[in-house]
């Protein structure tokens, strides 16, 4: 992969923290239970520091995907740390589509009988089908570039083998 290939990407990633980051700053604020509260309450209210806990496995996966496309970059793609971080970026998809159906499930039994949680639950059923497919398809990724490795090392193996 070129060069300017990964970097694009490694700046399209970045992107995508800051633009999280600001719906998550500003989103409160305006929606939902916390719309009638203050500054103070919003960001104190357990529902929404549960939704920031949460988040950063988010973060963490965006920084693996990140370094991921630096060992690419680097030509290090088959290598036992590409394999790591793809298995970090597996377990963050895995816990985030776990905590996200903990989130519905609250909402779902403990809602106010006056509100309306249809919206919200349909988020998590989606969001959920989306981190189940990114975990889906890193567990491919890891399973390819580990085979890559496997076959790799066997070369060099083979290699040192024929030198001597």
């Known amino acids: ?3 300017s290939s ?3 990407l490694q700046g399209f990633i970045v992107l995508i923290g800051i633009v999280v980051l600001a719906i998550m700053i500003r989103l409160p604020l305006t929606e939902g239970r916390a719309a009638n ?3 103070f309450r919003v960001y104190s209210d357990p529902f929404i520091l549960y939704g920031y806990v949460a988040s950063t496995l988010f973060f963490i996966a ?8 630096g060992f690419i970059r680097q030509n290090r793609a088959f290598s036992l740390n590409s394999v790591r971080t793809l298995r970090s970026i597996k377990y963050c998809a895995i816990l ?5 159906v903990m989130a519905g499930l609250y909402i779902r039994i403990f809602h106010h009988k006056d509100d309306d949680p249809a919206g919200f639950l349909a988020m998590c059923i989606l969001t959920t089908f989306v981190f189940i497919i990114i975990a889906t398809t890193v567990e491919v990724f890891e399973k390819i570039i580990q085979n890559g490795v496997d076959i790799k090392s066997e070369n060099e193996q083979l290699h040192e083998q024929s030198k001597k």
């Open 6 to 8: 990964t970097i694009f």
């Open 1 to 3: 992969m070129k060069q």
């Open 96 to 100: 985030l589509s776990l905590l996200i």
């Open 62 to 69: 965006l920084y693996k995907a990140f370094k991921l496309l």
């Open 37 to 39: 509260l203050d500054l």
